[in-house]
């Protein structure tokens, strides 16, 4: 692993020049550039994916999409030439990929496809991959060529992983149907139908799924494919319908199914019921694939028309052919019944999306129609499907814009459009609300449609919507349409909305000092969320952060202060800040504008009583304090570098030297010196130090960092109050995780190893200098310090430690852990990518050997690190080195910890899921362990024991059955827990064991 850091960090040159190319320059060439340099040993795959390291990091999606689409290209090429320790990183990285945004799903897929095509890929892996697949991604929304890796990857784990998947039972059948499920390309069904058949010709297990097998193939019968003329791929009608034909006659577990879809099919032959067979097919067909694929053809035929040349005398022909769809659809728009409203509609939409022309005239047609029939009927469920109609037709008019057109395309229907949204708003049913509020935002996102008037009626709406209490759901739809139509309109929210809101909160303020009941402090919690869901443009956030921080200053101050008023206030913040960020002039803003705010009155809150006698001390409270630090945080993530150095440069004095020339409320009579001065209240405020100098970019110089430095080790070691102590910790830990490579950070470290070891030694700060250690381990961690592996050593040490063996065991969770406000990549820490399977490489055999030479007294120190350890990493990484590890997670259900057995249980569960062949080999052992936790003191414990219970079903049949009734009379006991959760959980696990062995289960 060392000789892999080394090879790591290596100069990158033409490399890191090909990969801005590729991702920032958007060229697809470097791809097979670099390619070309993997398979001559210019560079290896390493070193490629650390030239990708800030991209695969970067907060845009395109950008990571970018990044892996290249690596993935390079994987297509040279998966030959992988080892395995690649494949298991390579593979572990795609899949945690899988969870993020849908642009980066595409070339995710290729790498994964990619690595399906290893020969060295490990055994455990290819479940992992299809159940990360199966559970992670929406197969059906992908693109053709998309859906297509998917089945490719399938196609190659089912070619040579065969076993593996097979021990997966029917949950690779149900996997797979539901990635067939309305499939409608052919080029996909050849492959969908290829893999139906190889399930069933080659033994897989189809458990309770043969219908649902049998449905999602058998909805293509008959096959109704026309190939398109010169069509590419070559691909035939008679060849699905062999596909499909070799599939249904596949298996006489079919026959029951298939007969009476044959004879359906055959004894159709009157003309009545041929004709009544035609028209579902158009507007009630049960078949998604026939219905878009008709919407489509419409669609294809309107945008061709919309392309050809009109001549002076000659016919319109999208004029001609539109109005024959229309004919043919406005009585269905009209019927009592809206029997056929819905079909009507897609076809209509499907016209109409094809082009500005094609959607005008359709539109114009068909908005009276629908407004007419909106006022017809009273019902709110008729409403809600009428405006939802309504609602996709506004949407085409959104998409095509109102370029080169002399007039808004819906301006003549503004009136009753407006006077509509306005009935559904105020209707009481919340679903026609809901179809309102997005109508209405897609109203307001027509340039120029609506007036000022028509934005105050819909802002009183949205007012009243956001302060009901009846159901949230409204109430955070109108907050969010609020915040939209706020970026369109700021001028009319800022004078007719903000005003409000902020009045709503004096007057709350007024009555809260009188006291008030739990109504008043509910609506106001609601005016807070919306004055941040509005601060969406810049010109709003300068009238809505000066109430929301005057709020805050009586939000403290008040005679009935009260810390949950205080967060609210920092929640709001927090949000506004958020909003910001993607705004230059508005996150400076906020900053200089907050930050200090913020500072002043913590600084106040610390003085001591006489010198401000009526302060409340609310914002020195932890969780006040931790609101706070969010808020701070937020707010200096995305400062340019020369803002941050301004800012920077009156913070940091602030803390070394009392300089609060800059804050805002600045008479105090005391000094503000949290480094130096004795009380306890002032260095609780080194956390909002923290939140600041942390979360600035890498290149951002702090000022006076050697005395700063020095202060925050002094206060980490040496004060009485574990929360000062741990803020200061977590600070210079913040800062040394960005401070580049060289002597002055290898002093730093010197510093830190030299307050550790000394604090470490028998006295009065020993938790303290560990908190520290623990800390500083984790900065270097995170960016693969050659010195992380001798810290890690050093706190492995201590898990002999009669004191702090304990809290060293829990410092692996910490070391594993995504932290909320400090060492995150929002913060810019420096986190180097798969760093957890790093750590466990290094980590887990010096901890499974300690635990083999420790004391039996601390033993248990042992297992619970290895336990945090192991719940931290993706499964795939685990299988390989389950047989070594899992007799000391037996050993540690033993253990009286219940942490521990707490731990180790969450570790077992999805082990059982799995590696079941694996686990079968100590099936008595986890019974008799499992069974004996249910009754744990702890009820955490029960519940954990019980789902592994549980989970002990997913194992084979044959191995279960000689225990079966053992535990369903074990289980009797805990279904009279005395807690119901317990009592849920036993019923569950107790049902699961009755089944075992019987028909179908």
Same mark, same amino acid.
């Given at each position: 692993?060392?000789? !892999?850091?080394?090879? =790591? #960090?290596?100069?990158?040159?033409?490399?890191?020049?090909?990969?801005?190319?590729?991702?920032?320059?958007?060229?697809?060439?470097?791809?097979?550039?670099?390619?070309?340099?993997?398979?001559?040993?210019?560079?290896?795959?390493?070193?490629?994916?650390?030239?990708?390291?800030?991209?695969?990091?970067?907060?845009?999606?395109?950008?990571?999409?970018?990044?892996?689409?290249?690596?993935?290209?390079?994987?297509?090429?040279?998966?030959?030439?992988?080892?395995?320790?690649?494949?298991?990183?390579?593979?572990?990285?795609?899949?945690?990929?899988?969870?993020?945004?849908?642009?980066?799903?595409?070339?995710?897929?290729?790498?994964?496809?990619?690595?399906?095509?290893?020969?060295?890929?490990?055994?455990?892996?290819?479940?992992?991959?299809?159940?990360?697949?199966?559970?992670?991604?929406?197969?059906?929304?992908?693109?053709?060529?998309?859906? +297509?890796? #998917?089945?490719?990857?399938?196609?190659?784990?089912?070619?040579?992983?065969?076993?593996?998947?097979?021990?997966?039972?029917?949950?690779?059948?149900?996997?797979?149907?539901?990635?067939?499920?309305?499939?409608?390309?052919?080029?996909?069904?050849?492959?969908?139908?290829?893999?139906?058949?190889?399930?069933?010709?080659?033994?897989?297990?189809?458990?309770?799924? /043969?219908?649902?097998?049998?449905?999602?193939?058998?909805?293509?019968?008959?096959?109704?494919?026309? %190939?398109?003329?010169?069509?590419?791929?070559?691909?035939?009608?008679?060849?699905?319908?062999?596909?499909?034909?070799?599939?249904?006659?596949?298996?006489?577990?079919?026959?029951?199914?298939?007969?009476?879809?044959?004879?359906?099919?055959?004894?159709?032959?009157?003309?009545?019921?041929?004709?009544?067979?035609?028209?579902?097919?158009?507007?009630?067909?049960?078949?998604?694939?026939?219905?878009?694929?008709?919407?489509?053809?419409?669609?294809?035929?309107?945008?061709?028309?919309?392309?050809?040349?009109?001549?002076?005398?000659?016919?319109?022909?999208?004029?001609?052919?539109?109005?024959?769809?229309?004919?043919?659809?406005?009585?269905?728009?009209?019927?009592?019944?809206?029997?056929?409203?819905?079909?009507?509609?897609?076809?209509?939409?499907? =016209?109409?999306?094809?082009?500005?022309?094609?959607?005008?005239?359709?539109?114009?047609?068909?908005?009276?129609?629908?407004?007419?029939?909106?006022?017809?009927?009273?019902?709110?469920?008729?409403?809600?499907?009428?405006?939802?109609?309504?609602?996709?037709?506004?949407?085409?008019?959104? *998409?095509?814009?109102?370029?080169?057109?002399?007039?808004?395309?819906?301006?003549?229907? *503004?009136?009753?459009?407006?006077?509509?949204? &306005?009935?559904?708003?105020?209707?009481?049913?919340?679903?026609?609300?809901?179809?309102?509020?997005?109508?209405?935002?897609?109203?307001?996102?027509?340039?120029?449609?609506?007036?000022?008037?028509?934005?105050? #009626?819909?802002?009183?709406?949205?007012?009243?919507?956001?302060?009901?209490?009846?159901?949230?759901?409204?109430?955070?739809?109108?907050?969010?349409?609020?915040?939209?139509?706020?970026?369109?309109?700021?001028?009319?929210?800022?004078?007719?909305?903000?005003?409000?809101?902020?009045?709503?909160?004096?007057?709350?303020?007024?009555?809260?000092?009188?006291?008030?009941?739990?109504?008043?402090?509910?609506?106001?919690?609601?005016?807070?969320?919306?004055?941040?869901?509005?601060?969406?443009?810049?010109?709003? /956030?300068?009238?809505?952060?000066?109430?929301?921080?005057?709020?805050?200053?009586?939000?403290?101050?008040?005679?009935?202060?009260?810390?949950?008023?205080?967060?609210?206030?920092?929640?709001?913040?927090?949000?506004?800040?958020?909003?910001?960020?993607?705004?230059?002039?508005?996150?400076?803003?906020?900053?200089?504008?907050?930050?200090?705010?913020?500072?002043?009155?913590?600084?106040?809150?610390?003085?001591?009583?006489?010198?401000?006698?009526?302060?409340?001390?609310?914002?020195?409270?932890?969780?006040?304090?931790?609101?706070?630090? &969010?808020?701070?945080?937020?707010?200096?993530?995305?400062?340019?570098?020369?803002?941050? =150095?301004?800012?920077?440069?009156?913070?940091? %004095?602030?803390?070394?030297?009392?300089?609060? &020339?800059?804050? $805002?409320?600045?008479?105090?009579?005391?000094?503000?010196? %949290?480094?130096?001065?004795? $009380?306890?209240?002032?260095?609780?405020?080194?956390?909002?130090?923290?939140?600041?100098?942390?979360?600035?970019?890498?290149?951002?110089?702090? %000022?006076?960092?050697?005395?700063?430095?020095?202060?925050?080790?002094?206060?980490?070691?040496? +004060?009485?109050?574990?929360?000062?102590?741990?803020?200061?910790?977590?600070?210079?830990?913040?800062?040394?995780?960005? +401070?580049?490579?060289?002597?002055?950070?290898?002093?730093?470290?010197?510093?830190?190893?030299?307050?550790?070891?000394?604090?470490?030694?028998?006295?009065?700060?020993?938790?303290?200098?560990?908190?520290?250690?623990?800390?500083?381990? *984790?900065?270097?961690?995170?960016?693969?310090?050659?010195?992380?592996?001798?810290?890690?050593?050093?706190?492995?040490?201590?898990?002999?430690?009669?004191?702090?063996?304990?809290?060293?065991?829990?410092?692996?969770?910490?070391?594993?852990?995504?932290?909320?406000?400090?060492?995150?990549?929002?913060?810019?820490?420096?986190?180097?990518?798969?760093?957890?399977?790093?750590?466990?490489?290094?980590?887990?055999?010096?901890?499974?050997?300690?635990?083999?030479?420790?004391?039996?007294?601390?033993?248990?120190?042992?297992?619970?690190?290895? &336990?945090?350890?192991?719940?931290?990493?993706?499964?795939?990484?685990?299988?390989?080195?389950?047989?070594?590890?899992?007799?000391?997670?037996?050993? !540690?259900?033993?253990?009286?910890?219940?942490?521990?057995?707490?731990?180790?249980?969450?570790?077992?569960?999805?082990?059982?899921?799995?590696?079941?062949?694996?686990?079968?080999?100590?099936?008595?052992?986890?019974?008799?362990?499992?069974?004996?936790?249910?009754?744990?003191?702890?009820?955490?414990?029960?519940?954990?024991?019980?789902?592994?219970? +549980?989970?002990?079903?997913?194992?084979?049949?044959?191995?279960?059955?000689?225990?079966?009734?053992?535990?369903?009379?074990?289980?009797?006991?805990?279904?009279?827990? *005395?807690?119901?959760?317990?009592?849920?959980?036993?019923?569950?696990?107790?049902?699961?064991?009755?089944?075992?062995?019987?028909?179908?289960?």
């Amino acid at each position: 692993m060392a000789a !892999a850091a080394k090879e =790591a #960090v290596a100069p990158t040159g033409a490399l890191g020049g090909l990969v801005q190319d590729f991702v920032v320059g958007q060229q697809d060439g470097p791809a097979a550039e670099v390619a070309a340099d993997v398979k001559s040993g210019r560079c290896t795959i390493l070193q490629v994916v650390e030239a990708l390291g800030s991209c695969l990091e970067n907060p845009e999606p395109r950008t990571r999409g970018r990044g892996i689409q290249l690596l993935s290209q390079v994987l297509l090429q040279c998966h030959p030439l992988l080892l395995e320790k690649e494949v298991v990183h390579l593979t572990l990285f795609y899949e945690n990929q899988l969870k993020d945004h849908h642009l980066v799903i595409p070339p995710v897929l290729q790498g994964l496809r990619a690595l399906s095509m290893c020969d060295v890929l490990p055994p455990g892996l290819a479940v992992s991959v299809l159940k990360a697949i199966f559970q992670e991604v929406h197969v059906q929304s992908l693109t053709q060529m998309d859906r +297509h890796t #998917v089945y490719s990857i399938i196609t190659n784990f089912m070619r040579t992983r065969e076993e593996e998947l097979k021990g997966l039972g029917a949950d690779f059948t149900f996997g797979f149907i539901q990635v067939m499920d309305g499939e409608k390309d052919p080029r996909n069904l050849l492959v969908a139908f290829r893999i139906v058949y190889d399930l069933i010709s080659k033994d897989y297990s189809l458990g309770p799924f /043969v219908e649902e097998l049998f449905e999602v193939t058998s909805c293509y019968f008959p096959v109704d494919f026309t %190939p398109p003329p010169n069509d590419p791929h070559g691909i035939q009608r008679e060849d699905l319908i062999l596909s499909l034909r070799a599939v249904l006659a596949s298996t006489p577990r079919f026959a029951e199914f298939l007969l009476p879809l044959l004879i359906e099919k055959v004894d159709s032959e009157m003309l009545s019921a041929k004709l009544d067979s035609l028209q579902t097919l158009v507007f009630q067909t049960a078949s998604e694939r026939v219905e878009a694929e008709g919407l489509a053809a419409l669609h294809s035929l309107s945008a061709c028309l919309s392309r050809s040349v009109l001549e002076a005398d000659a016919e319109d022909l999208l004029d001609s052919f539109l109005s024959s769809i229309l004919e043919d659809c406005r009585h269905h728009l009209c019927e009592p019944d809206m029997k056929l409203v819905w079909p009507s509609a897609k076809l209509l939409q499907a =016209a109409s999306g094809a082009s500005a022309r094609a959607c005008d005239r359709i539109t114009s047609t068909v908005i009276p129609l629908l407004l007419e029939q909106f006022n017809q009927h009273s019902q709110s469920s008729q409403r809600r499907t009428i405006l939802e109609m309504l609602l996709g037709f506004l949407k085409l008019q959104q *998409k095509w814009g109102n370029e080169d057109k002399d007039e808004i395309p819906l301006s003549g229907f *503004k009136a009753p459009l407006c006077s509509l949204i &306005s009935l559904a708003l105020a209707d009481p049913s919340t679903q026609l609300q809901l179809v309102g509020i997005r109508a209405l935002t897609v109203l307001g996102g027509q340039p120029g449609l609506l007036s000022s008037e028509d934005l105050e #009626v819909a802002i009183d709406h949205l007012y009243r919507l956001s302060f009901l209490e009846e159901d949230s759901q409204s109430c955070l739809a109108a907050m969010e349409a609020s915040g939209t139509l706020a970026t369109l309109y700021p001028t009319v929210f800022i004078s007719h909305l903000v005003p409000r809101l902020a009045e709503e909160l004096r007057t709350g303020d007024l009555q809260w000092a009188g006291g008030e009941g739990p109504s008043r402090r509910a609506r106001r919690l609601r005016c807070l969320q919306a004055l941040s869901a509005v601060s969406t443009h810049p010109s709003i /956030v300068r009238e809505t952060l000066p109430v929301l921080l005057q709020h805050l200053r009586h939000a403290h101050r008040g005679d009935k202060a009260d810390s949950s008023e205080v967060i609210a206030v920092c929640r709001s913040l927090h949000l506004v800040a958020g909003q910001c960020q993607q705004e230059p002039e508005s996150c400076w803003y906020f900053h200089q504008t907050a930050v200090p705010c913020l500072l002043a009155l913590a600084v106040q809150a610390a003085m001591p009583e006489k010198d401000v006698p009526n302060l409340g001390k609310l914002l020195l409270e932890e969780d006040v304090l931790a609101a706070m630090v &969010s808020v701070i945080s937020t707010a200096s993530t995305h400062l340019s570098p020369e803002l941050a =150095a301004q800012s920077v440069a009156l913070i940091v %004095p602030l803390f070394l030297d009392g300089n609060i &020339s800059f804050l $805002s409320e600045n008479s105090f009579p005391s000094k503000f010196l %949290p480094f130096q001065n004795s $009380s306890s209240e002032q260095k609780r405020l080194v956390a909002l130090l923290m939140a600041f100098v942390c979360s600035l970019p890498r290149n951002v110089e702090i %000022p006076q960092l050697d005395r700063l430095m020095q202060e925050l080790l002094t206060l980490s070691c040496h +004060h009485d109050v574990l929360f000062s102590c741990t803020a200061a910790a977590k600070c210079f830990a913040g800062l040394l995780n960005k +401070h580049p490579a060289g002597q002055q950070l290898d002093e730093f470290l010197q510093k830190a190893m030299e307050k550790v070891e000394a604090g470490l030694s028998p006295g009065s700060h020993r938790t303290q200098a560990f908190t520290l250690l623990l800390w500083v381990t *984790k900065a270097l961690v995170l960016r693969y310090h050659p010195l992380s592996s001798c810290l890690t050593d050093r706190l492995m040490g201590l898990l002999n430690d009669a004191e702090l063996g304990p809290a060293a065991a829990d410092g692996f969770s910490l070391l594993m852990a995504d932290c909320p406000d400090v060492l995150h990549r929002a913060g810019h820490a420096e986190i180097r990518i798969m760093f957890r399977q790093r750590f466990f490489t290094d980590s887990v055999p010096a901890l499974v050997q300690g635990f083999h030479a420790a004391h039996q007294s601390v033993k248990p120190n042992y297992l619970k690190g290895l &336990s945090h350890v192991l719940n931290s990493l993706p499964k795939p990484v685990l299988l390989p080195e389950l047989p070594t590890l899992l007799s000391l997670l037996l050993e !540690a259900l033993s253990c009286t910890d219940c942490v521990v057995q707490l731990s180790t249980l969450s570790c077992l569960q999805p082990l059982l899921l799995d590696a079941p062949q694996v686990m079968s080999l100590h099936i008595n052992t986890l019974v008799t362990k499992f069974l004996n936790l249910s009754c744990s003191p702890s009820m955490a414990v029960r519940i954990a024991a019980l789902q592994c219970v +549980h989970a002990l079903t997913r194992l084979p049949t044959p191995v279960l059955l000689p225990y079966k009734m053992q535990v369903i009379r074990a289980l009797a006991k805990p279904l009279d827990d *005395k807690k119901r959760l317990v009592r849920r959980e036993a019923v569950t696990a107790r049902g699961a064991w009755f089944l075992l062995g019987s028909p179908g289960s």
